[in-house]
């Protein structure tokens, strides 16, 4: 199988930084696109962006300048740095991947979704 576990959440002061990783494991052969979601409390999940395996990235409109996404594709990693952070930023921070996956006899390719990370941001 495949686990995504993101890591880098916590509390932050407005304006501060933050930097989420999320690692794949597992029997993996490839990972595609990776990306990032959050949902704060009450709303709906929403996109935040994504990178491809060739490292091209695209965000959602409202976070471009303040959300950089990365990966290492050695380490099968993705991250999300996110600076100028705001109390509307706070909700659990979901990675996402889409990965090829299996063994010797069989191959599957599937989307796999992180836990969630918390990040808040207040004073």
């Known amino acids: 199988q495949v686990q995504l576990v993101e890591s880098g959440g916590g509390l932050v002061q407005p304006g501060g930084s933050l930097r989420l990783s999320c690692v794949a494991t597992?029997?993996?052969?490839?990972?595609?696109?990776m990306g990032w979601y959050r949902q704060a409390p009450g709303k709906e999940r929403e996109w935040v962006g994504h990178?491809?395996?060739?490292?091209?990235?695209d965000y959602a409109y409202s976070l471009k300048g303040r959300f950089t996404i990365s990966r290492d594709n050695a380490k099968n990693t993705v991250y999300l740095q996110m600076d100028s952070l705001q109390p509307e930023d706070t909700a659990v921070y979901y990675c996402?991947?889409?990965?090829?996956?299996?063994?010797?006899?069989?191959?599957?390719?599937?989307?796999?979704w992180g836990q969630g990370t918390q990040v808040t941001v207040s004073s």
């Open positions: 996402n991947a889409n990965v090829w996956a299996g063994t010797v006899d069989t191959r599957w390719q599937k989307d796999y």
């Open positions: 597992g029997k993996i052969f490839s990972v595609n696109d």
């Open positions: 990178i491809t395996a060739s490292g091209v990235a």
